[in-house]
């Protein structure tokens, strides 16, 4: 009997041995999993996305005239705010040829900020932008975000004078500056180009201080525009000028618009429809309207009836502009 008790509790004993054996081994290779779960953290912030160089690559410069046309193409273009991160932009192949005039619309959200973030780099990018058949990866950040003029919603002026805010590298003559005042309608506002500009521009109303955004723009002349809601949060009078100016002043450059108000994009060549990172419509607002399943159909449909009817007419005007021949075939 004591045999057995004996032979029992060893075989107990052994078992409790293994099983301390098999808890320190576990905790070993928990040990281990924690310290490669750390050298990987430590990985992932060493690789922590740096901005590509500001300089282009010797022989990678582009022309000082480039963009000449103002082509664009995206190529599967992802691209994530940070490489832990899943992609915000999810395969976007799409043409914007030269002088178009392009509507970005979609919900909060949806990655119309992140397209335009793309047109900069300043985010990851995979997969290529191509600008006049220049991959923008291979162009230096400087040369890049220098080509492409931007209205942001919120006006950028600096405290300086407004010569120096209109001209930050002092390129233009004062004739160059006072037509651009014109061209904007501020010139009757302004006595001299030394007037100061006070901090964040509050000597100037929200929608002046867009004026002279776009003033900077005209000065510029790059052949791309960019406007993130630019008239979300000025009066629609003024709204009216910047949207009549750019209709002149940009008439041969590509301007992309992210949409506050639909009316102001119901006449551009092409509507890009975003939906959670993809591009989901992308053609003449009169031909998306057609498909009353659509995304764009149903965001005119959320402004009322006599607003989207409105709507509908713009877009139906504009398209027998632009397509004079097909509007006169689909109308018989
Ligand atoms: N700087 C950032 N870092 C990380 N994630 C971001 C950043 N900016 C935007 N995102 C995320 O990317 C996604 C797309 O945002 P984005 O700002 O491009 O949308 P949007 O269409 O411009 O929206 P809204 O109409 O509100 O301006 C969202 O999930 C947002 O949270
Ligand atoms: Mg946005």
Same mark, same amino acid.
């Given at each position: ?83 832990? *991160? ?48 220049? *991959? ?82 005209? /000065? ?6 960019? /406007? *993130? ?59 998306? /309207? ?43």
């Amino acid at each position: 009997m004591w045999r057995e008790y004996w032979n029992t509790s060893r075989k107990t004993r052994n078992r409790d041995r293994n099983l301390n054996q098999v808890s320190n081994e576990t905790r070993n290779q928990d040990q281990n999993l924690n310290q490669v779960s750390n050298e990987m953290r430590i990985l992932k912030y060493i690789k922590i996305d740096k901005e590509s160089g500001p300089e282009s690559e010797p022989g990678k410069k582009p022309l000082p005239s480039w963009p000449p046309k103002g082509e664009i193409q995206f190529i599967n273009t992802n691209m994530r705010y940070s490489s832990c *991160d899943p992609p915000v932009l999810r395969e976007l192949t799409f043409n914007i040829e030269p002088a178009w005039k392009v509507g970005i619309v979609g919900r909060t959200g949806a990655g119309k900020s992140s397209l335009i973030s793309a047109l900069f780099r300043l985010a990851n990018l995979e997969g290529s932008i191509m600008i006049d058949q220049v *991959d923008t990866q291979t162009v230096g950040l400087n040369d890049l975000r220098s080509r492409i003029s931007i209205i942001p919603q919120e006006p950028v002026l600096f405290s300086a004078s407004l010569r120096d805010n209109l001209d930050p590298f002092n390129s233009y003559k004062d004739d160059s500056l006072w037509n651009a005042l014109e061209e904007v309608e501020l010139k009757e506002a302004v006595s001299t180009l030394e007037m100061p500009v006070n901090v964040g521009g509050n000597n100037f109303s929200s929608g002046q201080r867009q004026l002279v955004c776009l003033a900077r723009a005209i /000065l510029r002349n790059n052949k791309i525009l960019v /406007l *993130d809601e630019a008239t979300a949060n000025v009066d629609p009078q003024t709204d009216a000028l910047i949207q009549s100016t750019i209709r002149r002043k940009f008439a041969d450059c590509t301007v992309l618009t992210i949409a506050h108000r639909l009316n102001t994009i119901m006449d551009s060549d092409r509507v890009l429809v975003m939906d959670a990172g993809t591009m989901v419509e992308f053609g003449h607002p009169y031909l998306l /309207l057609q498909n009353s399943e659509g995304y764009f159909y149903k965001m005119v449909e959320e402004t009322g009836s006599s607003m989207a009817e409105q709507l509908h007419q713009i877009a139906k005007q504009a398209y027998t502009m632009s397509e004079p021949e097909t509007a006169e075939r689909e109308s018989l």
